[in-house]
């Protein structure tokens, strides 16, 4: 009997020692992404800076000069652009598309000049 409680406690430890080992690699792992990220932010930004705004202008332009639904307008966006979100504003005829606390832009629709990015002096995201 003792040698069978002795087993399983070699058992409990190493089971312990697995489960620390794999917190240790996953949190090292997790170090290691937001390293590179933070080492690729100003990249990353204005990317999402470009992605943005075209996005804005496409759905915009899909939105106000087409006529279609901005469901329906995220069908004309390239591959890669997932993770920009549209709203619009009817009231100003805006559609703003953002990733949520990295990037925003916005594009209004101006009678004669179709849709135009605005800039922040424009009350542009």
């Not at 489960?19 to 100003?42: C, E, K, P, T």
């Not at 106000?64 to 469901?71: C, N, P, Q």
Request: glycine content about 12%; some cysteine.
């Amino acid at each position: 009997m003792a040698t069978i409680n002795r087993n399983n406690e070699t058992a409990s430890k190493q089971r312990i020692g697995k489960g620390r080992m794999v917190l240790y690699i996953s949190g090292l792992f997790m170090l290691i992404l937001v390293a590179i990220f933070a080492y690729n932010y100003s990249f990353i930004k204005g990317q999402l800076g470009i992605g943005t705004a075209y996005g804005a202008r496409v759905a915009c332009s899909c939105h106000y000069i087409g006529g279609r639904d901005l469901t329906d307008c995220e069908k004309d966006f390239e591959p890669g652009m997932e993770f920009i979100g549209l709203s619009q504003d009817d009231e100003k005829r805006r559609v703003t598309a953002s990733v949520p606390l990295l990037a925003s832009a916005t594009a209004e629709f101006r009678e004669g000049w179709g849709c135009v990015l605005l800039t922040e002096a424009d009350g542009g995201q």
